[in-house]
T-cell receptor, first 112, second 116 residues
Framework: AQKITQTQPGMFVQEKEAVTLDCTYDTSDPSYGLFWYKQPSSGEMIFLIYQGSYDQQNATEGRYSLNFQKARKSANLVISASQLGDSAMYFCVMRAGNQFYFGTGTSLTVIP | GAGVSQSPSNKVTEKGKDVELRCDPISGHTALYWYRQSLGQGLEFLIYFQGNSAPDKSGLPSDRFSAERTGGSVSTLTIQRTQQEDSAVYLC??????????????FGPGTRLTVL
């Protein structure tokens, strides 16, 4: 079965601190992709970062990095130096087969 | 340049009516995706197009849902005989990468559908 799990419905982080958003996945496909998207209160989905199942290195995009642990089937998002504008919903997404699978999301609030 | 646009932004309809939702992808993007976001079901992937072709329609919730894309550009998602459970925000995205290899998808603002 294909599944994405985000176990943190809500998270708080102090401005300028780092935060890790958890994501675990399950798939039997050897080839898959993992994404993180951000959805601010405005509603627009914004691509953050991507990790392919065969990628050897952890993906990084500016302040975002993906801690990919294939054996544990986890793909946690790390946001460094949090900013107030990082307050949003964050979705972990898996592409496997011909489908995309979404986690339930984590609401991140950055505290000044 | 223009991003992904969707119309209408809001649609209120009565149960049993048909609705058409439109998506204009970013010019030159060959891949187009439809998603649905609802309180009850969260985010769901519905269908994707590579050019005008939709290789896999199994993500569509029921046979009341259909989608087409013409000229490799505009796409319409049609819901026939709408039900209250169809109420959701329908999101469209496009990508310059082919099909499911589309890593960076650009999303539109969505169409909020309310079925009374």
């Amino acid at each position: 079965a294909q599944k994405i799990t985000q176990t943190q419905p809500g998270m708080f982080v102090q401005e300028k601190e780092a935060v890790t958003l958890d994501c675990t996945y399950d798939t039997s496909d050897p080839s898959y992709g993992l994404f993180w998207y951000k959805q601010p209160s405005s509603g627009e989905m914004i691509f953050l970062i991507y990790q392919g199942s065969y990628d050897q290195q952890n993906a990084t995009e500016g302040r975002y990095s993906l801690n990919f642990q294939k054996a544990r089937k986890s793909a946690n998002l790390v946001i460094s130096a949090s900013q107030l504008g990082d307050s949003a919903m964050y979705f972990c997404v898996m592409r496997a087969g011909n489908q995309f699978y979404f986690g339930t999301g984590t609401s991140l609030t950055v505290i000044p | 340049g223009a991003g992904v646009s969707q119309s209408p932004s809001n649609k209120v309809t009565e149960k049993g009516k048909d609705v058409e939702l439109r998506c204009d992808p970013i010019s030159g993007h060959t891949a187009l995706y439809w998603y649905r976001q609802s309180l009850g079901q969260g985010l769901e992937f519905l269908i994707y197009f590579q050019g005008n072709s939709a290789p896999d329609k199994s993500g569509l919730p029921s046979d009341r849902f259909s989608a087409e894309r013409t000229g490799g550009s505009v796409s319409t998602l049609t819901i026939q005989r709408t039900q209250q459970e169809d109420s959701a925000v329908y999101l469209c995205a496009s990508s310059s990468s082919p099909g499911l290899a589309g890593i960076k998808q650009f999303f539109g603002p969505g169409t909020r559908l309310t079925v009374l």
